[in-house]
Structures are given as structure tokens and as C-alpha cells.
């Protein structure tokens, strides 16, 4: 936050811009009423419609990245046609072929009788895999897996002759295994997690959304921000649950014998049918006492310890009192470890230190970077102060306004920003400044207060910089601006000195 409103374009029109204040969000989990909050803090606004425009792209993209062909089915048929799902127990099955969908991409998506291929749905992505012609010895790659109304579409790259595939032929469907195992990691992940959330943090707490991938885990909540010691119990416990090895089981039951437990959490209540499916970690199977059970249709692992280690990667916000966890588990969190280790090692091979002395070293060459800092502060300010003096001497009067109009040249924007402070305490009229550094021009003015009932600083870098290209603005007794065309400085700073003369 600090670093937007300290930017020149920024600072001069005290407006932070919406794109900024999205990456403020999307990034680093800044909420955006507290931008706003701060900004009106010190005098800033936040440009919200240019925010909304960046959420809105931000939910399209979304969209798009998730986008499927719609399946237009009969209804009637598609009831008839209800896939017999047997994923729960196998990876692979012999079936028969129901129905063929031409896609408008080209490819094809299939409808089987049964299937052990798990669809798209509860935050859980579909399974990939193969599925055999066994008749002509072919194959096709399952993309994905995804259901509309009781039958599940599992749609094929052809790679082979279509022509191979009809209605009524029989195919074996042969799930993935590895990315299945790491899907059902990361959803028993997902349940310990939320247990775990109800005992660091509230029994109140509410999921309210998921996402289960081979690679990582998303889960959204209801709460303020957590701490860092929040964070390291929810870890801590997850792990702990793991090394327990407790065994994770489910039941299907009449939804009317589970409805309103408190110990069973459910969610949308008015998608569920007549018999539910409960996914219980610990306690005995069949008699409903886990320690976490959930009504649930996903896919999970048999025993806690087959997650192996669980790392939270990050939480942050996603809308207004609503938290993001992204977490890791089994191989990936492993992965994750060490990465992290081998940066720490790369670390310390470039600070030349031991691992077990980084943290000195790093210490250490943080407090000489800030007396660095701060002697390099001090000659910038003595450097500000002799030029601003040295300007004092060059004074002119237009009419019965004392002016200072100078080019200084090549210098960094914020000794010029220290000259026209320095100015402020030792000089009673206006001040137009400008500056190039990298081919970036800065312009900075200043009026006295007995002068801005006549002139404004604003208005001065509001007109000076559309010459060289930009743009700026400002308050009357002070504004900053800067543009591209570094070759017309001379001439945004003559215009300057028209318009002072112009009121008199």
C-alpha cells in the first residue's frame, strides 16, 4: 500500500488506481474496504470502478479456465440412462458404450452404462485416464470427467479414428491412478482441515467453497484474518491426525437419519436426496462417532496416514469476510519442503554463510543496508538543500509573484521532490520544477499559501504535463506529474511561466 501511494503518478492525483487496488486483493489478500478505509485516511480515494472492472475480468478468466461444452441431453432419456458410478471401490471396469456426443471443438464425449471415473462436482475435479477398444486394440485419453443431470460424460482427445467408438461397444475405462491418489490426499486433506478450523478457530466457522485438485487444495471460510500461531495449530493438528493413521470410512444412509445432527456437517440442503453418503474419519465405521464426518460424495483415501504431510501454503481473503486456505498434501507437500529447503541452501551459498548462520548473516547485512540508508538519506538531503539554495539565488518576479521556473536535469525524482520540500520552509511564491531520470520526466510545483487564491499548483502540473506526454495534479499549494517526452521539458516548463504571467 505504501509503495502505490508513494508513486509520483499516484501521490499527484491522490486517486489509487483500480488495477493497483485489485493486485492489493488479488495478491496479497488485501481486502478492498480496507483500502478504501486507509486511502480515506489520508486524503486518498480508490477508483472503484476501475476495481469492479478488474474483479469482473478476474471472475471471467475464471470462467473461462473452467469453461466446458454444454451437453444437450434429453431429459427423459438421461434419467433412463443414469451412470452406475463403482469408482468407490475400483480403478478400472469393463463397460458398454450408451452414448456418443460430437463436440463443437472436435472432440468427442461418451456416456458409459457404469464407471469408475469420478465426475467433476463438490470442489472435486474429474478423474483422466484411458479408455481401451479392446475389439481393435485402441485407446483414447480421458481429458475429464464431468456429469450433467445422473449420467457422466467422460470427454475423449482423439487421438485415434473415431469411427472405432459406437454405441453398445465395449470399452475398458481405466482411471488414473497416481492423479486419482493425489485427488482423494488432498479431499481427506479438505475434511481434516475443516475440523481442524472448528477446533483452532470457531465452531462458527462455515466452508464456503473447495477446490480438490492433484496438486493443491483451496478452502474458503468464513472468519477474520488468521494469525500466524492460528495458522501453525490448524498445520500442527492436521499432522497430528495424520501420524494417528485413523482410519477414514463412509456409509450411506436415509438422509432423514442424519438431517439437523450437529456433529454431521452438510451444506445445501436442498440438493440432497433421499439416501446420503457420510465420509466419517475415526470412530468405528458404521456407527457414525468420527471425529470429523461430513456428508460428502468425493472421492478419499482409506486411512489418515496415507496423506503422509500436510503444509498450508497461504490464506488470505477473497471477498469480505471470507478467508482463503491453500494448503498441500502427500507427495506435493513433500515437493513443497523441498523446494523451500534448497532455496534456504541457495541462500546461504550466496551469503556465503553455514544454513545455521543465515539468519546472523542475513541480520547482519540488513542493519548495514539500513546505515547504508541512511547516510545515503542524509547526502541526499544536504545534496537537496545546496541546490535549493542555489535556486533561492535565481529568483524571479513576474508581476508582483516571486517565481522559481528551473531544469535541473538529470536527477533521481525524489531529491527533487527533498529540493521542492526544502523550498517550501525558505521561499514565499511559486515553484515549477522538472527532472529526467530514465527518460522519465517529473515535473513538481509549489504555491504559497498567500498565492493559491490566485494560482494553483494543480492546475499548473495538470496543463505542463500533457506536453511532455503525461499527466498529473495535484492540491493548490502542491502536485507532482511527469510524462514520456523527455526532448519537450524545456517547453512544459516555458508554458509554466505563460500561464503564471497569465494572471497578471
Given at each position: 500500500f505504501n509503495e502505490i501511494i508513494a508513486r509520483q503518478e499516484v501521490a499527484?492525483?491522490?486517486?489509487?488506481?483500480?488495477?493497483?487496488?485489485?493486485?492489493?486483493?488479488?495478491?496479497?489478500?488485501?481486502?478492498?474496504?480496507?483500502?478504501?478505509?486507509m486511502a480515506r485516511e489520508i486524503g486518498f480515494t480508490v477508483d472503484e470502478a476501475g476495481f469492479e472492472s478488474q474483479m469482473e475480468q478476474q471472475r471471467n478468466r475464471g470462467r473461462a479456465a473452467q469453461k466446458k461444452e454444454t451437453i444437450h441431453v434429453?431429459?427423459?432419456?438421461?434419467?433412463?440412462?443414469?451412470?452406475?458410478?463403482?469408482?468407490y471401490e475400483t480403478l478400472e471396469c469393463v463397460a458398454v458404450i450408451r452414448r456418443i456426443i460430437s463436440m463443437a471443438s472436435g472432440g468427442l464425449s461418451i456416456a458409459l452404462e457404469k464407471t469408475p471415473f469420478y465426475a467433476e462436482m463438490g470442489g472435486q475435479v474429474g478423474d483422466?485416464?484411458?479408455?481401451?477398444?479392446?475389439?481393435?486394440?485402441?485407446?483414447?485419453?480421458?481429458?475429464?470427467?464431468?456429469?450433467?443431470?445422473?449420467?457422466?460424460?467422460?470427454?475423449?482427445?482423439?487421438?485415434?479414428?473415431?469411427?472405432?467408438?459406437?454405441?453398445?461397444?465395449?470399452?475398458?475405462?481405466?482411471?488414473?491412478?497416481?492423479?486419482?491418489?493425489?485427488?482423494?490426499?488432498?479431499?481427506?486433506?479438505?475434511?481434516?482441515?475443516?475440523?481442524?478450523?472448528?477446533?483452532?478457530?470457531?465452531r462458527d466457522t462455515t466452508q464456503k467453497g473447495s477446490s480438490v485438485g492433484p496438486d493443491k487444495l483451496t478452502f474458503d471460510f468464513n472468519s477474520a484474518a488468521l494469525t500466524r500461531e492460528q495458522i501453525a495449530d490448524i498445520e500442527n493438528l492436521v499432522n497430528e491426525r495424520i501420524r494417528e493413521n485413523a482410519a477414514i470410512s463412509w456409509l450411506q444412509v436415509p438422509y432423514h437419519e442424519v438431517r439437523g445432527r450437529s456433529d454431521i456437517m452438510q451444506f445445501f440442503e436442498d440438493q440432497y436426496g433421499g439416501f446420503v453418503r457420510v465420509v466419517q474419519i475415526g470412530g468405528e465405521g458404521a456407527q457414525l462417532n468420527g471425529y470429523s464426518m461430513e456428508l460428502c460424495a468425493g472421492t478419499h483415501c482409506r486411512a489418515t496416514g496415507e496423506l503422509g504431510f500436510f503444509r498450508i501454503v497461504s490464506e488470505g481473503a477473497v471477498a469480505a469476510g471470507v478467508r482463503r486456505i491453500e494448503a498441500l498434501a502427500?507427495?506435493?507437500?513433500?515437493?513443497?519442503?523441498?523446494?523451500?529447503?534448497?532455496?534456504?541452501?541457495?541462500?546461504?551459498?550466496?551469503?556465503?554463510?553455514?544454513?545455521?548462520?543465515?539468519?546472523?548473516?542475513?541480520?547482519?547485512?540488513?542493519?548495514q543496508s539500513k546505515a547504508l540508508e541512511k547516510q545515503l538519506r542524509s547526502a541526499r538531503c544536504q545534496?537537496?538543500?545546496?541546490?535549493?539554495?542555489?535556486?533561492?539565488?535565481?529568483?524571479?518576479?513576474?508581476?508582483?509573484?516571486?517565481?522559481?521556473?528551473d531544469n535541473l536535469g538529470k536527477m533521481e525524482v525524489d531529491i527533487l521532490q527533498a529540493i521542492a520540500d526544502s523550498l517550501k520552509t525558505k521561499f514565499e511564491g511559486t515553484v515549477v520544477l522538472g527532472c529526467v531520470d530514465d527518460n522519465v520526466v517529473s515535473l513538481i510545483s509549489t504555491v504559497s499559501s498567500a498565492w493559491t487564491s490566485r494560482i494553483s499548483?494543480?492546475?499548473?502540473?495538470?496543463?505542463?504535463?500533457?506536453?511532455?506526454?503525461?499527466?498529473?495534479?495535484?492540491?493548490p499549494d502542491s502536485a507532482r506529474g511527469g510524462g514520456r517526452d523527455a526532448s519537450r521539458l524545456g517547453e512544459a516548463l516555458q508554458y509554466a511561466d505563460e500561464l503564471i504571467r497569465c494572471i497578471h
Open positions: 499527484a492525483s491522490r486517486k489509487i488506481p483500480g488495477e493497483e487496488a485489485f493486485r492489493l486483493t488479488d495478491t496479497y489478500g488485501f481486502p478492498s474496504d480496507l483500502t478504501q478505509l434429453n431429459v427423459a432419456a438421461d434419467v433412463e440412462e443414469a451412470t452406475e458410478f463403482v469408482g483422466a485416464g484411458i479408455m481401451e477398444i479392446p475389439e481393435v486394440e485402441g485407446s483414447f485419453r480421458v481429458l475429464n470427467t464431468i456429469k450433467a443431470n445422473k449420467t457422466f460424460y467422460h470427454q475423449l482427445e482423439v487421438a485415434a479414428d473415431p469411427r472405432i467408438l459406437s454405441e453398445g461397444l465395449s470399452v475398458r475405462a481405466v482411471v488414473e491412478a497416481n492423479r486419482r491418489r493425489a485427488i482423494q490426499c488432498n479431499h481427506s486433506a479438505t475434511h481434516l482441515l475443516h475440523w481442524a478450523l472448528h477446533e483452532v478457530v470457531s502427500g507427495v506435493e507437500a513433500y515437493h513443497d519442503i523441498r523446494r523451500q529447503t534448497e532455496l534456504l541452501h541457495r541462500l546461504a551459498k550466496k551469503m556465503n554463510a553455514p544454513l545455521a548462520e543465515l539468519e546472523r548473516k542475513l541480520d547482519a547485512a540488513l542493519a545534496q537537496a538543500a545546496t541546490i535549493a539554495d542555489d535556486l533561492l539565488k535565481r529568483i524571479r518576479m513576474i508581476g508582483s509573484m516571486p517565481v522559481i521556473i499548483a494543480g492546475k499548473i502540473i495538470q496543463e505542463i504535463t500533457k506536453i511532455v506526454s503525461g499527466k498529473g495534479g495535484g492540491r
